[in-house]
């Protein structure tokens, strides 16, 4: 059986991140992937330029069709531009008993910059936060989600715990901002501190890094993977994915990773 996945997110036009990285990755992953839209951007390899929010209203009609048709086995969500989306995001999982919530806090890009408010950083913590299988923040975010200025390397396992008290079943600090040598990301949940290592790939090519990993996750739960199992997989196909990213030539900025590595035959350019 093929199970579905349903991603719940904002659209990337240009296709590197959001929902079309998350189809991609449900896609190469074996998934049938369903999406309910929470924003529009007008963005590309460059950065963005626009965004459109989706009101929580007709976040909820999309999630109502979607449970009330599809065999949902897993979801996962990213960009939640609002309380108001926050809210039919929970209702929907509590009402159709959603059993693995994979949830990317998309809060702080990469520059620093919040991209969503307070009021939004503070309904994910309360009412989203304790509904999720395992939450997947990046450094800036898990900071956010805390309330700390900053979370050194030293003290992510500390972090992940402290996550795990707001309610969190488990927590996978993301520790790609460091940039050090190695990229490492720490799992924390009832089996104790896990860390996942894997040599820092060498590209520019990162569009869609965070969305991938957390899609990748939820595909694992989604066929009944161990969490750990589940985590440990993603990490492997987000690295494979970042090695083979300078092959594609999407973009003059930074550009996605590839999805389809494994299932693509390299050909040479036309002459």
């Known amino acids: 059986m093929i199970p579905t996945v349903l991603s719940v997110a904002g659209s990337d036009p240009s296709g590197g991140a959001g929902i079309q990285a998350d189809l991609k990755t449900f896609s190469a992953l074996g998934a049938y992937g369903a999406a309910a839209l929470t924003a ?6 460059r950065g963005v330029t626009g965004v459109l929010p989706v009101s929580g209203e007709f976040v909820a009609d999309q999630l109502a069709a979607i449970f009330e048709d599809l065999d949902v086995r897993a979801m996962k969500t990213g960009m939640l531009g609002g309380p108001d989306v926050v809210d039919a995001v929970v209702e929907a999982i509590e009402r ?3 059993r693995q919530v994979v949830v990317d806090p998309v809060m702080v890009a990469t520059s620093g910059d919040r991209l969503v408010s307070e009021e939004t950083v503070e309904a994910i913590r309360e009412r989203l936060v304790p ?7 990046n450094l800036p975010e898990t900071a956010a989600l805390l309330g700390w200025d900053d979370v050194p390397p030293d003290r992510m396992a500390q972090a992940g715990a402290a996550l795990r008290e707001q309610g969190a079943a488990a927590v996978v600090v993301k520790g790609g901002h460091d940039g050090g040598p190695e990229a490492i990301d720490v799992l924390v949940d009832d089996g104790g501190v896990h860390e996942l290592r894997e040599l820092r790939v060498a590209t520019k090519n990162t569009h869609g890094t965070g969305c991938t ?3 990748a996750i939820a595909v694992g739960l989604a066929f009944d ?3 750990a199992r589940a985590v440990a997989d993603a990490k492997r196909y987000l690295t494979d994915a970042l090695r083979a990213a300078d092959t594609l030539h999407v973009g003059g900025g930074y550009g996605p990773v590839h ?3 494994a299932l693509w035959t390299p050909r040479p350019r036309d002459r």
């Open 40 to 45: 529009l951007t007008a963005q590309n390899t």
């Open 96 to 98: 159709y008993r959603v």
């Open 131 to 137: 509904l999720a299988t395992v939450i997947t923040p």
């Open 213 to 215: 990993f957390a899609s």
């Open 225 to 227: 993977r161990p969490l």
């Open 259 to 261: 999805h389809f590595h």
